[in-house]
């Protein structure tokens, strides 16, 4: 089977070239108009109203679901969805064979209607069966066993002692009918919902029912339930906007302040920032996350008194926190307050002794003073705490180097070079060091001597930030390098927050951080690529390839680039101009395997099979042990019906090197059936389905063997699944796969065969 799972294996595309086979089962649920009602109910309740409008079930067969889906920007939607979907229709259906869904575009205007059951129906039902009296513990306990978000459910009980039980009972239906169809990338439901005609709205402005102080206005807890629920999606934007309605409905609801503050830092959204932290400090003048907040912005633009003013509110409110120490002390710093500043990184080592960067920062006034001993011992315990910091390590290195440390010196600066091997400085140091010997120094030399990089030291966010993303604590580390940025524009912060978005599913986010990054360098080969491949990530290959064209027009001799070029178009079908721009790869390098084995694969998809044997063959004489090409050279000379015996040494070959590998199984077995022995070849596809999913040719190839030894019920059920993978599979590019209607001929043919026996 090679050009299957073998040409997938070594084809490294920017994203996902040919990729693998998507394993199938069989169901027996039958595909049919009331199956589809059926499935279209529990569909309705999965995705409520507002994404059924716009999606119809289609049917069912082998483990997938088929969704049509109105409109090319719904489908990114659904397919962020997808999973936690299909995880509540399992649940709902009790369908354990349910695990795949594919969503295929409808193109026009009018909206799709679901072909089965509304999902007002059955609510509609249920609310007629009981009439329930507002604020009963029943009913309140109805609506919470409604949501199926476990989170949302403990807050909403954890209310439930706050508000009124009209109110509750508001919160908790809206949310069932609204919050469920949260849209990826688009404004929530809430900001277009208007809230102050309802019933819980009037009842709490009513003078007539009493004293509602302990009551609060259940819009406000509406928009912290969505928020919430984006918040922990990544939504952004969504849990900005809903935490400043849900602040502007409750002004006086200090955690809200607090998370509109935090949400507003992420966005990079400074000016609302300070405006929101300034109003909410005339509130509660002794918050301190906003303290911290407004501070840590004010530092930034140099407005120097006002940032301390409030980190010293900060270490008032805990005395016990550095952050706000170290962070005033870099500030005294920059102001060369240098004894204020050593005081406050003693307060830093004094409360937390296991932080790395308060004994760097004491190292360093420690440095200042030429107080060489005492600021080795501080970078010592820095590098012992976080051994990759390589500030601390290239400080380490000089103390050491000027006491006179020869020998732990260079086993430092080796250090440093092993956690940054493209280091030139510390490269080139370390190179005249072995050349020319020490330079001579005294060990009481002053900070005359200190390297200018070793004085001029990186912002202190970027390395707060840095030790956030080590942790993998990325949503702090965002806040760290937005605040960064408030002070001066930098490359690094807006790489490193591209990545942090791409680890959070957030590709549109990261690719808009690469857009900063190329107004920045337009001509960086690196900044280009790496776009590329966001986008081909996000599943928009055709944006990427415009940004390798302009690539190779920057660095045309780069066949890497040509290569990357030609997946590209290979991922769109686009093999004429794949196959062009992989032969331009080859000629700029003539003397790599994987090139002339992906040219032979994408020449044997056009169907010129010389050329693709004849470069397959031009693979093995540079790599003789190409797995992936003895298996392509076996599997097509068997398809022909030529060459066995050759076909069959290079199978063998492929086996040595990979034995479990169920394809190249597969391939032996078909070489086998053309060779006339369809017992072995049995036997090899056998141990070929212990190693691979299921997979619609090997089917096929089965139910031929079992057919050509005359069992036909069996050959009959083989085919059957083939063509149920086939269906599933349909959207796949990797590689062969049979023709339904050739499947579906072999069907018919052996049930009349099975028919005459009877």
């Known amino acids: ?291 911290m907040t407004l501070a840590d912005v004010l530092a930034a633009r140099g407005e120097y008194v006002r940032a301390h003013r409030h980190y010293e509110k900060v270490t008032e409110i805990d005395p016990g926190g550095s952050r706000a120490f170290l962070l005033r002390g870099t500030l005294f710093v920059e102001q060369g307050e240098y004894q204020e500043a050593r005081k406050m990184f003693e307060q830093v080592v004094l409360v937390e002794p296991s932080n790395p960067l308060g004994h760097h920062y004491m190292g360093r006034e420690d440095l200042r003073i030429g107080y060489l001993e005492e600021a080795e011992r501080e970078f010592r315990k820095s590098v012992s705490l976080k051994p990759n910091f390589v500030e601390g390590r290239e400080h380490l290195a000089w103390v050491l180097e000027k006491l006179g440390k020869n020998d732990e010196a260079i086993k430092e600066y080796n250090l440093l070079l092993k956690l940054q091997p493209g280091n030139r400085r510390i490269r080139e140091h370390l190179e005249k060091i072995r050349q020319w010997g020490f330079s001579k120094g005294s060990p009481e030399a002053t900070n005359e001597g200190i390297p200018r990089d070793l004085l001029d030291h990186p912002n202190v966010h970027l390395e707060i930030a840095s030790i956030y993303y080590e942790q993998a604590m990325y949503l702090k580390s965002l806040e760290e390098f937005r605040l960064l940025l408030v002070r001066k524009e930098s490359q690094e912060p807006h790489v490193l927050m591209a990545r942090i978005y791409e680890i959070l599913g957030r590709l549109d986010k990261a690719i808009a951080e690469f857009e900063t990054l190329r107004k920045m360098t337009p001509e960086s080969i690196e900044i280009i690529t790496y776009m590329a491949r966001l986008y081909s990530l996000n599943d928009d290959t055709e944006s990427a390839i415009p940004l390798i064209q302009e690539a190779i027009s920057i660095e045309p001799g780069n066949d890497s680039l040509y290569h990357s070029l030609a997946l590209a178009h290979m991922t769109l079908e686009s093999y004429d101009s794949a196959i062009e721009a992989m032969r331009q790869a080859i000629t700029l390098n003539a003397n790599k395997d994987s090139y002339y084995f992906e040219l032979g694969a994408l020449l044997e998809r056009a169907g010129e099979y010389d050329g693709a044997i004849e470069n397959m063959q031009r693979t093995l004489e540079l790599n003789p042990m190409h797995s992936n090409a003895h298996n392509f050279l076996g599997y097509m000379y068997a398809q022909e019906g030529r060459y066995l015996d050759k076909a069959l040494d290079h199978l063998k070959k492929a086996l040595a090197i990979q034995p479990r590998n169920g394809y190249f199984l597969d391939s032996l077995g078909w070489i086998y059936f053309k060779k006339g022995d369809s017992k072995k070849a049995l036997s090899e596809i056998q141990k070929a389905m212990v190693y691979t999913p299921p997979d619609p040719v090997l089917y096929d190839h089965l139910g031929d063997i079992l057919f050509s030894l005359e069992n036909y019920s069996e050959a009959s059920g083989a085919w059957r699944m083939s063509l149920s993978l086939t269906r599933v599979k349909k959207d796949d590019l990797d590689g062969e796969m049979p023709d339904p209607q050739t499947l579906q001929g072999k069907i018919d043919r052996v049930e009349k065969i099975l028919q005459k026996g009877l």
Not at 10 to 17: G, L, T
Not at 41 to 62: C, P, Q, T, Y
Not at 79 to 90: G, P, Q, V
């Open 1 to 291: 089977m090679g050009n299957r799972q073998g040409m997938a294996g070594s084809w490294a595309a920017i994203r996902s070239v040919l990729p693998h086979s998507v394993a199938g089962l069989q169901t027996e649920t039958p595909d049919n108009p009331d199956n589809v009602e059926w499935l279209t109910f529990h569909w309705n309740l999965a995705v409520g109203k507002d994404l059924a409008e716009i999606s119809r079930v289609d049917g069912f067969s082998g483990h997938t679901l088929r969704v049509s889906v109105q409109g090319k920007e719904w489908m990114a939607p659904f397919k962020a969805l997808r999973h936690k979907i299909i995880a509540e229709m399992k649940r709902q259906t009790g369908m354990s064979s349910f695990q795949r869904i594919v969503f295929k575009q409808e193109t026009g205007t009018p909206p799709l209607r679901a072909k089965g059951p509304a999902l007002a129906a059955p609510v509609r039902a249920a609310a007629m069966e009981r009439k329930r009296e507002p604020g009963r513990k029943d009913d309140v306990e109805g609506n919470l066993e409604m949501i199926k978000d476990q989170e949302l459910k403990e807050i909403l009980t954890r209310l439930s002692g706050k508000i009124a039980g009209v109110v509750l009972l508001l919160a908790a239906s809206l949310f069932i009918s609204n919050c469920s169809t949260i849209r990826e990338g688009e404004s929530s439901a809430p900001s277009t919902i208007d809230l102050s005609s309802s019933y819980a709205i009037r009842e709490l402005r009513s003078p007539a029912v009493g004293d509602r102080s302990g009551a609060r206005d259940p819009r406000s807890y509406y928009h912290y339930l969505i928020a919430l629920k984006a918040e922990r999606d990544y939504l952004f934007e969504e849990a900005t906007d809903n935490y400043r309605q849900a602040v502007a409905y409750d002004p006086k609801a200090e955690g809200l302040r607090e998370k509109l503050a935090t949400h507003l830092l992420r966005e990079g959204r400074i000016d609302e920032l300070t405006t929101v932290c300034e109003k909410g400090l005339e509130f509660f003048p002794n918050n301190l996350e906003l303290n």
